[in-house]
């Protein structure tokens, strides 16, 4: 059975393996656990402990959030936790007036129907960073 929770506090390394699936300079799990715990809010899918999907917020918890990472383990896709998680974080933030997400084109349909709209943005990526390290 799948359960949410958002503290990540309780995760160990051997809990959170497995994402950041085809990135080509993936962080590490202990990478994972940092930045859920210095996340503003996290929700977490877990299955008997494992983490099978998560979703992270940083924000001023003034005005405005940003959803920098959705991510639901390959073999638990498709089994609507991504949108679970998804209108758990967007409940969280619902006293914000900005929510943001940057994601690829195929995703925008599952943004849509949480309530998101399409609009235009700009992004910087330096993948000598990717991993956190
Ligand atoms: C995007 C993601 C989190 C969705 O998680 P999930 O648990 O599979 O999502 P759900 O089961 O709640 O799917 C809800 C709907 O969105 C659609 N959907 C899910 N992932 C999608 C994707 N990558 N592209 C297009 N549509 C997608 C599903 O088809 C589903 O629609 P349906 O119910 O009509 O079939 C998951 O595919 C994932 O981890 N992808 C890799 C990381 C990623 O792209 N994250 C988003 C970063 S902005």
Do not use: K
Not at 77 to 86: D, F, K, S, V
Not at 110 to 122: D, Q
Request: proline share 7%.
């Amino acid at each position: 059975m799948i359960v949410y929770s958002s503290d990540p506090a309780p995760l160990t390394c051997e809990q959170v393996e497995g994402f950041f699936v085809g990135w080509p300079n993936p962080p590490r799990p202990e990478t994972l656990l940092r930045l859920l715990a210095h996340s503003a809010r996290v929700v977490l899918a877990l299955d008997e402990g494992r983490l099978v999907g998560f979703v992270t917020a940083i924000s001023d918890g003034v005005l405005s959030a940003y959803i920098p990472l959705l991510e639901v383990l390959p073999a638990y896709q498709g089994r609507g936790i991504g949108t679970e998680l998804t209108r758990r974080l967007l409940d969280d933030l619902s006293t914000l007036y900005m929510v943001d997400v940057m994601c690829d084109e195929a995703v925008v349909p599952f943004y849509e129907r949480l309530g998101l709209r399409r609009a235009t943005g700009v992004i910087r990526r330096t993948y000598a960073r990717q991993s956190g390290e």
